[in-house]
């Protein structure tokens, strides 16, 4: 089991961008795929990116496809997920995720560790 810590969220201007961080801490964390999922208020949470355990396979919503970019950091035990051209509709609290597999994942219900959850508002 690793233990998730999210930041960087916080209120930004439509148009603007911003950069999660999520700091993992116990297990091996190049044995885990990671992935960033939101949730709205009223609405259920949704997939945003994941990554493979080294980095070479990267998925992405198709709503953040193009505006999101997810990498990861072995050493530090880090996965970020930078965000640009971010639109009101981007506004969640913002989730990082572990999954103990080879295989990246775009359901929730795949992934066993979870962060706190950083909120993103994003004002017209």
């Known amino acids: ?53 080294y980095g070479a396979s990267t998925d992405y919503a198709d709503s953040v496809k193009g505006r ?17 051209s971010l639109e009101p509709e981007d506004t969640a609290v913002y989730y990082c995720a572990a999954r103990l597999s080879v295989l990246t994942s775009t359901m929730w219900s795949q992934y066993t560790d979870w962060g706190q959850g950083t909120q993103v508002t994003v004002s017209s």
């Open 68 to 84: 999101a970019t997810i990498s990861r950091d072995n050493a530090k035990k880090t996965v970020y997920l930078r965000m640009n």
């Open 1 to 53: 089991q690793t233990q998730l810590v999210e930041s960087g969220g916080g209120l930004v201007q439509a148009g603007g961008s911003l950069r999660l961080s999520c700091a993992a801490s116990g297990g091996t964390f190049n044995n885990y795929v990671m992935g960033w999922f939101r949730q709205a208020p009223g609405k259920e949470r949704e997939f945003v990116a994941c990554i493979s355990r």
